[in-house]
């Protein structure tokens, strides 16, 4: 099988290989909110042998080229929570560049922080499945007809709108928190921060798992951007220490090419599927990684 070789990661495996990954991988996550980057972070540097800082803005690479065909579905089918991406993105930005700077010099090999995201993503991971099992108990019906979301507000108080005849409202301020930690796990693992949001956001809040998925991957892209500005602007000052911070932009498009079509495909599949399907998928996407997570501290 023929290779190709990545000159600025180093990454020699066949053209076609990160493209096909990508999107199989987004297919399945981006009906819950999630471009999937958590999941291709582990295949960089298990399967692809990419470690270091420098996967960490390749992987936000993936985002920005992936997620745009995601969002517009959402918003040119009306399923998109304005005041709920714009508070999402707010909170994460300030928390990607912190999470940049803590993951180049500090955590150039995160074992002990993967450990506490692990543990984090047990949890998300476990309401979920346990929210499924509920759902399955109670014979969820199938999915909805109407998708379009309505009457969304923001103001200091809270975040509202009203989807499928019901109305969904969350503190502002809480909304705020979780994005600027989840925007800092992001930076430091260059994950855009949906795989965490988007389930805390459904676990927690208990948001309509079909509504917050256009808001969940606006804020992930735009973070991503943010992110892979940030790692771009600092790189020379770290080029005299050995310490590879650019990121590989051939190989992160090649995974955004991929991404992108699985994304707008999952996109427009979502309301073809019970939220409960969704759920189950994320959860289990939740439970492997972080199981994985917490395996590699001990190991």
Same mark, same amino acid.
């Given at each position: ?88 993105? !707010? %909170?994460?930005?300030? *928390? +990607?560049?912190? $999470? =940049? @700077? ?8 995160? &074992? ?72 800092? !796990? %992001?930076?430091?693992? *260059? +994950?855009?921060? $949906? =795989? @965490? ?8 809040? &208990? ?83 972080? @199981? ?8």
């Amino acid at each position: 099988m023929n290779t190709f070789h990545f000159p600025v990661s180093g990454v020699e495996t066949p053209l076609w290989l990160p493209a096909v990954v990508a999107f199989l991988v987004s297919m399945f996550m981006a009906p819950g909110g999630i471009s999937g980057a958590f999941l291709l972070l582990p295949f960089q540097v298990s399967f692809l042998g990419f470690s270091g800082p420098a996967v960490s803005p390749t992987n936000l690479i993936f985002n920005i080229i992936a997620i745009p065909s995601g969002v517009i579905r959402y918003w040119k089918e009306k399923r998109m929570v304005w005041p709920l991406a714009w508070a999402l993105l !707010i %909170g994460t930005l300030p *928390g +990607i560049f912190i $999470g =940049a @700077i803590l993951r180049i010099n500090y955590l150039p090999d995160p &074992r002990s922080f993967k450990f506490f995201v692990g543990c984090v993503l047990v949890y998300i991971g476990s309401r979920l499945a346990w929210d499924v099992i509920r759902k399955q108990k109670k014979n969820a019906g199938p999915a909805p007809t109407s998708f379009e979301v309505k009457d969304a507000v923001l103001n200091f108080k809270e975040i509202r709108y009203s989807y499928q005849n019901e109305t969904y409202r969350a503190p502002t301020w809480a909304v705020f928190l979780l994005s600027f930690i989840v925007g800092i !796990i %992001g930076g430091v693992y *260059g +994950i855009g921060g $949906g =795989a @965490i949001i988007a389930p805390f956001l459904i676990a927690v809040f &208990r948001f309509q798992v079909h509504s917050i998925a256009g808001a969940s991957l606006f804020s992930t892209l735009f973070s991503s951007v943010a992110g892979v500005i940030f790692y771009t602007l600092i790189a020379p000052m770290y080029a005299e220490t050995g310490l590879a911070v650019t990121p590989d932009w051939l190989l992160g498009s090649m995974f955004g090419v991929g991404g992108a079509a699985g994304i707008y495909v999952g996109a427009r599949l979502q309301k073809h599927f019970p939220a409960v399907v969704i759920k189950g998928i994320i959860a289990a996407a939740l439970l492997y990684i972080s @199981i994985n997570y917490i395996a590699q501290y001990f190991i």
